[in-house]
């Protein structure tokens, strides 16, 4: 036991708990193998580095919790001081170790290997509890509670805790490293970079993860990919603020670190109370970031609350705005239920006074003049019509401009001063401010409209957003109040569905995704921006969380105009839904749309449950993507085309994640019309499915089995096909089915 080895999925994790130092991770990467107690103790005992000269005395150990105590001079694990009394100099020691499976809620999954350490420093009067599981998919969670365990008088007993972070070692190959940027509408831009010595470091103060969160931090051997090389990565479940870190120090380490970022004085921790980190969770891959996928979706999808087919959404926002009337939205409702669509989304707009976004927010009941007899006649037509109804609230937000705030200027974060005061009033964003969620009160009072909304009309749905930065010294109280009021609204209303957005997608993390049923992946309906948007966010969120919408053919967030098909190809890999005024679409083009959600929800249970694969094109205008079902029968894939090729013939389509030995019948489909190609002849397989070059075959076609080429999955993932020769911003899909 003072040898702990976890091993799941391909996965292994050893710690030498030994003696009564800060246990050590002796390896955190790939599946050991069967190891007994003989095999862990040489392995952990050869472990012991050697001492380097101009150093501490005795080999230095990188442990669970580093501190300079024990010689690191990296990032600590922990660190705060006592008032009065000044840093404290944490020298923590090991008093127990327990292990096995144990009830953790919803995450008590069958198969989850458990680890507790107690470890304690008597002189600083506190204790840690280190607390770490090994799913079955291979992933690791691990989180941190510091308790202050001095009783004497209150004042100087507080622990004013500097940072409490996890931090896991990763060998020194790992040098590459991935993390991600962003802005409005152009959310999880990839960045890499080489780690030096030196910390590499990701922080949030949006009181959000924000537009430029760092979402994962993954480091891994030189060049990795979507489907090679080795990689560790790291991922805070918390939607407030947070830092993400990659260090390598010249002592001969390299590390992940991440952990809540706390703001001085934010988090006293008083006598005899505690704090737990949030959950990091650590996943390893031999198989490149697919391989992190392939452990993180199932694991998700273990614990989580989606348990039925994604529905179609129709959201009024980019259709109507803040045009609300009835007869318009009856219209909107009546053509998304001819194409298809299951649910309708009353987006901003709805409530008394919010004409625009510059007021009305707090006052979350229904405008009276906009609906007079209120939600109800909406509802009822769009419940005839064959669709549930969702809406669109903002909870955490308050407009200066609001009834609200008139009544409760102490319910603003930050305060709003008196008219004839002289101080400088907090900085508004999209012309609102922040709900103090930690207020008792307006806590209550948000609690109560929202279940009065619930309980008035029969909402399927909360469309949550969330649009503003917090600008606020700490943002602890809120974070946790946030979730406070999510999970009070799900267990006073267990049936409604939740949406979490946060302008686009500013707020995309695990400890949001655990009380939420989807997604708002980014505010633009751009089909360029969107692929790699969705592919990156893919990464670590399955697809059937992520919502994606067909948009007008000329996106209103950058202006660019997309074909039809090109939009279809892109919101069909997600949970699909259209943000765009079917009224003004032609005939045609709604005929397009009706058959394109009709093969959504044909393939649903293939691209909500199965595997997503990326493949790693040579060339960075060609995108490969696809999902292969988990018993590998069936799978769909998107060539795309993002710019102008780099050669004039492009490497051949290789499909990843197929079963080698068996044969696969590969046909186009088609949604939104053929893909536009720029080509004198497209590649002969393409070209002998129906013998016309544009159009090489109908959905009906695809289904029926005409028009296809079968071939063994190991020559579709080694050899590939040659690939027709798509115009910039086209897609071109490709179903494909086992045959025996
Ligand atoms: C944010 C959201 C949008 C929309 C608007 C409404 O920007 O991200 O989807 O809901 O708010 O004001």
Request: proline share 7%.
């Amino acid at each position: 036991m003072s040898i702990p080895y976890l091993r799941a999925a391909g996965t292994s994790l050893v710690l030498d708990a030994r003696g009564t130092g800060v246990p050590v991770i002796v390896h955190w990467g790939a599946d050991l193998g069967d190891l007994n107690g003989a095999m862990l103790t040489t392995l952990a005992d050869t472990s012991v580095p050697a001492i380097a000269p101009s150093s501490i005395d005795v080999p230095l150990r990188l442990t669970l919790l580093p501190t300079l105590a024990q010689g690191w001079s990296g990032r600590p694990g922990i660190s705060g001081f006592r008032p009065g009394r000044g840093s404290l100099a944490i020298d923590l020691r090991l008093v127990n170790v327990r292990s096995g499976e144990r009830p953790m809620g919803r995450f008590a999954l069958p198969g989850t290997q458990t680890l507790t350490l107690l470890l304690e420093d008597a002189a600083a009067q506190l204790s840690v509890r280190t607390e770490l599981e090994l799913s079955v998919q291979g992933v690791l969670r691990l989180r941190h509670t510091v308790r202050n365990r001095n009783t004497t008088a209150a004042g100087a007993a507080a622990f004013e805790l500097g940072s409490l972070d996890v931090i896991l070692p990763v060998p020194g190959r790992a040098r590459e490293l991935l993390d991600f940027t962003g802005l409005w509408t152009h959310e999880r831009r990839p960045q890499r970079s080489t780690l030096g010595h030196g910390v590499w470091s990701r922080e949030s103060r949006h009181g959000r993860p924000g537009h430029d969160d760092s979402y994962l931090m993954v480091a891994g051997t030189p060049g990795f990919g979507f489907r090679s090389g080795e990689v560790w990565c790291t991922h805070l479940a918390w939607s407030g603020d947070k830092r993400a870190w990659a260090e390598n120090s010249a002592l001969g380490f390299s590390v992940l670190g991440s952990g809540e970022l706390l703001a001085p004085g934010e988090l006293g921790v008083a006598a005899g109370e505690s704090y737990s980190t949030p959950w990091t969770v650590a996943v390893y891959s031999d198989a490149g970031l697919d391989g992190l996928s392939s452990r993180l979706h199932p694991w998700i999808r273990s614990w989580s609350t989606i348990r039925t087919p994604r529905p179609v959404v129709l959201n009024t926002w980019e259709a109507v705005y803040f045009e609300h009337d009835l007869p318009t939205l009856a219209r909107l409702a009546d053509a998304g239920a001819h194409a298809g669509v299951e649910r309708f989304v009353l987006d901003d707009g709805w409530f008394t006074g919010r004409r625009d976004d510059r007021r009305a927010l707090g006052d979350w009941f229904v405008d009276p003049v906009t609906w007079p007899s209120g939600l109800h006649p909406l509802i009822e037509h769009v419940h005839a019509a064959g669709l549930d109804f969702g809406l669109w609230v903002e909870p955490e937000m308050v407009s200066l401009d609001s009834e609200m705030a008139r009544a409760h200027p102490d319910w603003v974060l930050g305060g709003v001063p008196e008219p004839s005061a002289t101080e400088t009033p907090a900085l508004t964003w999209r012309f609102q401010r922040v709900l103090d969620l930690g207020h008792p009160d307006a806590f209550a009072w948000v609690f109560a409209r929202l279940t009065a909304l619930l309980t008035e009309y029969p909402i399927a749905y909360l469309k949550w957003d969330h649009n503003r930065d917090l600008l606020a010294g700490s943002t602890h109280r809120q974070t946790a109040a946030l979730y406070r009021l999510i999970d009070a609204v799900r267990a006073a209303h267990p049936g409604v569905e939740i949406e979490s957005c946060a302008s686009g997608g500013a707020r995309i993390d695990l400890g949001i995704l655990e009380r939420v049923d989807r997604v708002w992946t980014s505010d633009t309906n751009d089909p360029l921006e969107r692929q790699e948007i969705q592919r990156y966010t893919g990464v670590l969120i399955p697809p059937e969380y992520l919502g994606g919408h067909l948009g007008a053919a000329t996106a209103h967030t950058t202006g660019r105009t997309s074909e039809l098909s090109f939009r279809l190809a892109t919101a069909l890999f997600g949970a699909a839904g259209i943000e765009w005024n079917l009224i003004s679409a032609s005939a045609e083009e709604l005929g397009q749309i009706t058959e394109w959600i009709t093969h959504y929800k044909r393939l649903r249970p293939l691209l909500h449950f199965g595997v997503v694969v990326r493949a790693d094109p040579s060339d960075p205008a060609l995108v490969l993507h696809g999902v292969v079902s988990r018993d590998q029968n069936s799978a769909l894939f998107a060539q795309v085309a993002l710019a102008a090729p780099r050669d004039a013939v492009p490497e051949r389509m290789r499909f990843p994640g197929l079963a080698p030995e068996r044969r696969y019948r590969v046909a186009p489909l088609l949604l939104g019309g053929s893909p536009r190609t720029i080509q004198d002849t497209p590649p002969a397989w393409y070209a002998t499915l129906s013998g016309s070059a544009e159009t090489p075959t109908t959905p009906a076609d695809a289904a029926s089995g005409r028009g296809s080429v079968t071939l063994a999955g190991a020559v579709l993932t080694l050899v590939g096909l040659p690939a027709p020769l798509l115009a910039p911003e086209q897609a071109a899909l490709f179903a494909v089915d086992a045959v025996d």
